[in-house]
């Protein structure tokens, strides 16, 4: 079925919602790139999103019958394709960090290890020149959470924030105050 306007995709809608195969197979050729083009964007593996691709098209065959043939085609199957990847991330999400008792005993480890005392004065004095810099609520998050070690999941509980964005913010932060100490107090310039 050949389609060069939008009153052709309109008739081959209604073909294909009657069980019209090739003109379901059309509105697929038509379509095709435009959906993959919208999960590629939002992906890191080409090849995942190809495959959620071919999802769309099977979510979209068994849900045609709710579809309103006067309205455009293309932005249900972008909607289709965004709750698809959703799903998707959702399923295949990585673990969160940053709430882990073990991985942080790790690092208290690592920084037991790494900032003797003849090291802790200038690392202090770092770390207080570096907080000063933070104000507002990021100071304030670092506070409740390293001043009055809330943990985690009661600050995100208190907040009303997701876990994994909170996790992901304290980390973000304690990279910021990691990168303002390494400037002003350069590994080699600390004592052994």
Same mark, same amino acid.
């Given at each position: 079925?050949?389609?060069?306007?939008d009153a052709d995709e309109?008739?081959?809608?209604?073909?294909?919602?009657?069980?019209?195969?090739?003109?379901?197979?059309?509105?697929?050729?038509?379509?095709?790139?435009?959906?993959?083009?919208?999960?590629?964007?939002?992906?890191?593996?080409?090849?995942?999103?190809?495959? $959620?691709?071919?999802?769309?098209?099977?979510?979209?065959?068994?849900?045609?019958?709710?579809?309103?043939?006067?309205?455009?085609?293309?932005?249900?199957?972008?909607?289709?394709?965004?709750?698809?990847?959703?799903?998707?991330?959702?399923?295949?999400?990585? =673990?969160?960090?940053?709430?882990?008792?073990?991985?942080?005993?790790?690092?208290?480890? =690592?920084?037991?290890?790494?900032?003797?005392?003849?090291?802790?004065? $200038?690392?202090?004095?770092?770390?207080?020149?570096?907080?000063?810099?933070?104000?507002?609520?990021?100071?304030?998050?670092?506070? =409740?959470?390293?001043?009055?070690?809330?943990?985690?999941?009661?600050?995100?509980?208190?907040?009303?924030?997701?876990?994994?964005?909170?996790?992901?913010?304290?980390?973000?932060?304690?990279?910021?105050?990691?990168?303002?100490?390494?400037?002003?107090?350069?590994?080699?310039?600390?004592?052994?």
């Amino acid at each position: 079925m050949n389609m060069n306007t939008d009153a052709d995709e309109q008739q081959c809608v209604r073909a294909a919602r009657k069980g019209d195969a090739d003109a379901f197979a059309a509105l697929v050729e038509r379509h095709h790139r435009g959906v993959r083009a919208c999960l590629v964007a939002r992906m890191h593996d080409a090849h995942e999103a190809e495959d $959620l691709a071919q999802d769309v098209f099977v979510t979209a065959f068994r849900k045609f019958d709710e579809f309103d043939p006067e309205r455009p085609l293309a932005p249900w199957l972008r909607s289709i394709a965004l709750n698809l990847l959703r799903n998707h991330r959702r399923k295949f999400r990585a =673990q969160p960090i940053g709430g882990n008792a073990e991985l942080e005993g790790l690092l208290d480890e =690592q920084i037991a290890r790494s900032a003797g005392p003849a090291r802790e004065p $200038l690392l202090h004095a770092a770390l207080r020149e570096c907080l000063e810099r933070i104000d507002g609520p990021a100071r304030e998050l670092l506070h =409740q959470r390293y001043g009055e070690e809330i943990r985690v999941r009661e600050l995100a509980d208190r907040m009303q924030r997701g876990y994994s964005v909170l996790t992901m913010q304290l980390h973000r932060l304690r990279e910021v105050l990691a990168e303002c100490i390494d400037q002003k107090v350069p590994k080699a310039d600390l004592p052994l």
